[in-house]
C-alpha cells in the first residue's frame, strides 16, 4: 500500500498545486458567479417572458440553461486550461526539470484545473439551486443534476482539447490561445451550420447519415443531446437528433453512443496530450 502512495503521491501534488492556483484566479471565481447570475436570471426571466409572474422550477430552468452552458463551458475550459497549461519558456524548463514524469505533471494539471472547474460550476448552480429551491420547491431537480453533469462533461472534454494545444508549448501562450479560440467557434457554431447546410444539399438518406455522424463526431452535439434526451426525452429534438435516434433503435442506443463519443473526446486527445508533452523539448 505505502509503494501505491507515494507512486501517486507526486500526481496528487501536481494536482492539488494546480487546484489551488485555479481556485485563487480571478477567472474561475469571475466563471462561479457567472453561472449563479445566469441560472438566476434564467430562472426568473422564464415565466416573465411568456407573461406569467415568479421562477421557473428547476426542470425548465435545465432546459434553457443547456445551450448557454454548452457556450459558456467549452470557452471558459479552454481559456483557463490553455493559460495555466502554457508557461513561459523559463517556467516549463523549470517545471519540467523535477524528478517527476511530465505525463505525472500534466496529468495533474488537469486534475486539478478540472476539480477547480467543477467546483465552480457546483458552487454557481448550486447557489441559483437553493434560490429556485425556495421559490419554487424540488420539481425537477435530477433534470437540473443532469444538466451539472453535462458541464462537467463538456469541462472534461474541452480541459482535454486545451492539453493537445498547449503539452509542449512553451513562449507561444497568446498564439495557442488564439487556436483555441478557432477551436470553440468550430465546435460550438460553426459545426452546426455547416452540417445542416450541407445536409440540405444532400439527398435524404446521405443527409440522415451525415447528421448522424455530426452528433457522434462533434463533442458539443453529444453533449447536447444526452442532456436533451434525459430531461425532455424525444420531445425537444431537430432534424440531426431524430435521425441519431432512429439510427441507435432507441433511447438507450442513443445515451451508450453518446457516453463513448464524449469518453473518446476525453481519452484521446489527453492521451495525445501526455505524448505529446513527454517529447517536447524545453
Do not use: H
Not at 498545486?17 to 471565481?29: C, F, K
Not at 428547476?58 to 454548452?70: E, G, I, K, M, W
Not at 477551436?183 to 440540405?200: E, N, P, Q, R, T
Not at 424525444?234 to 438507450?252: D, H, Q, V
Amino acid at each position: 500500500m505505502s509503494a501505491r502512495v507515494s507512486a501517486a503521491s507526486p500526481l496528487l501534488l501536481c494536482a492539488r498545486q494546480e487546484l489551488r492556483l485555479a481556485v485563487r484566479s480571478r477567472w474561475t471565481q469571475t466563471f462561479a458567479a457567472v453561472f449563479a447570475a445566469l441560472a438566476l436570471a434564467v430562472a426568473a426571466s422564464g415565466y416573465v417572458l411568456s407573461g406569467g409572474e415568479g421562477f421557473q422550477d428547476f426542470a425548465r430552468t435545465a432546459v434553457s440553461l443547456t445551450q448557454l452552458v454548452l457556450l459558456l463551458v467549452p470557452l471558459t475550459s479552454l481559456a483557463i486550461g490553455v493559460l495555466a497549461l502554457s508557461p513561459d519558456r523559463g517556467a516549463a524548463e523549470l517545471l519540467y526539470s523535477q524528478p517527476v514524469s511530465r505525463r505525472q505533471i500534466l496529468f495533474g494539471q488537469l486534475l486539478g484545473l478540472f476539480a477547480a472547474l467543477a467546483s465552480a460550476e457546483a458552487i454557481g448552480l448550486g447557489a441559483a439551486g437553493l434560490w429556485i429551491f425556495g421559490r419554487s420547491g424540488s420539481l425537477g431537480l435530477g433534470s437540473y443534476l443532469l444538466l451539472f453533469v453535462a458541464a462537467l462533461a463538456a469541462t472534461a472534454v474541452f480541459l482535454a482539447l486545451a492539453a493537445l494545444l498547449s503539452a509542449g508549448v512553451a513562449g507561444r501562450r497568446a498564439r495557442t490561445l488564439a487556436l483555441a479560440l478557432i477551436v470553440w467557434f468550430a465546435a460550438v457554431i460553426l459545426f452546426d451550420i455547416a452540417a445542416l447546410g450541407a445536409a440540405s444539399l444532400l439527398p435524404s438518406g446521405a443527409a440522415s447519415r451525415l447528421l448522424i455522424l455530426s452528433v457522434i463526431g462533434n463533442p458539443v452535439d453529444a453533449v447536447r443531446t444526452g442532456t436533451l434526451l434525459g430531461i425532455e426525452g424525444t420531445t425537444a429534438f431537430g432534424a440531426a437528433s431524430l435521425a441519431f435516434l432512429r439510427f441507435t433503435k432507441g433511447a438507450a442506443g442513443a445515451g451508450v453512443l453518446l457516453g463513448l463519443s464524449v469518453a473518446a473526446w476525453i481519452f484521446f486527445p489527453v492521451l495525445a496530450a501526455l505524448r505529446r508533452v513527454s517529447r517536447a523539448d524545453f
